[in-house]
């Protein structure tokens, strides 16, 4: 009965850790692409420029879009998100900042990223949102193209 026990646990513990690591497998190509990108500053008055940019591919960069005032006072990568995985095309989502008079909203941008071509496809808002509510744009992801709606109407459609 106890060696029975012991296998079952046994094969409980390798279950888990195969499943552990296929979360980590899947994740692998949006990790490297978040690896290759960075945020770099250039000097100006009155204040810096902000850019996303390539470390492979340094003419792949993109001024980042600051909508208001950044904890740390600086905008960071936050996530990426495979858009089209098969495809390549990723987004490179960032922090932009937090404005608001009434009510403080959190402002995220995306950059649309083709990683097989290594070309820059767009560059839209993807997120706002505060405690009273999500003033989000909606992502549409569709066959070979992305569709951007925002505040009912159609912001940006990207065609891959």
């Given at each position: 009965m106890r060696s029975q026990w012991i296998t079952v646990c046994c094969a409980v513990l390798f279950m888990v850790l195969l499943a552990g690591s296929g979360v980590s497998w899947a994740a692998d190509g949006a990790g490297d692409v978040k690896n290759q990108w960075q945020v770099a500053?250039?000097?100006?008055?009155?204040?810096?420029?902000?850019?996303?940019?390539?470390?492979?591919?340094?003419?792949?960069?993109?001024?980042m879009f600051l909508a208001g005032p950044i904890a740390g006072d600086r905008p960071w990568i936050s996530d990426v998100v495979e858009a089209d995985k098969?495809?390549?095309?990723?987004?490179?989502?960032?922090?932009?900042?937090?404005?608001?008079?009434?009510?403080?909203?959190?402002?995220?941008?995306?950059?649309?990223?083709?990683?097989?071509n290594h070309r820059i496809l767009g560059h839209y808002p993807y997120s706002r949102?505060?405690?009273?509510?999500?003033?989000?744009?909606?992502?549409?992801?569709?066959?070979?193209?992305?569709?951007?709606?925002d505040e009912g109407e159609d912001l940006a459609v990207i065609n891959y």
């Open positions: 500053t250039e000097p100006g008055e009155p204040w810096p420029s902000y850019w996303l940019t390539n470390k492979d591919h340094p003419e792949l960069k993109q001024e098969a495809r390549g095309i990723y987004l490179i989502v960032y922090y932009a900042g937090q404005p608001g008079t009434h009510e403080l909203v959190d402002v995220y941008y995306a950059l649309i990223y083709d990683n097989r949102k505060s405690l009273r509510g999500d003033y989000s744009p909606q992502w549409h992801f569709e066959t070979r193209r992305i569709r951007i709606v």
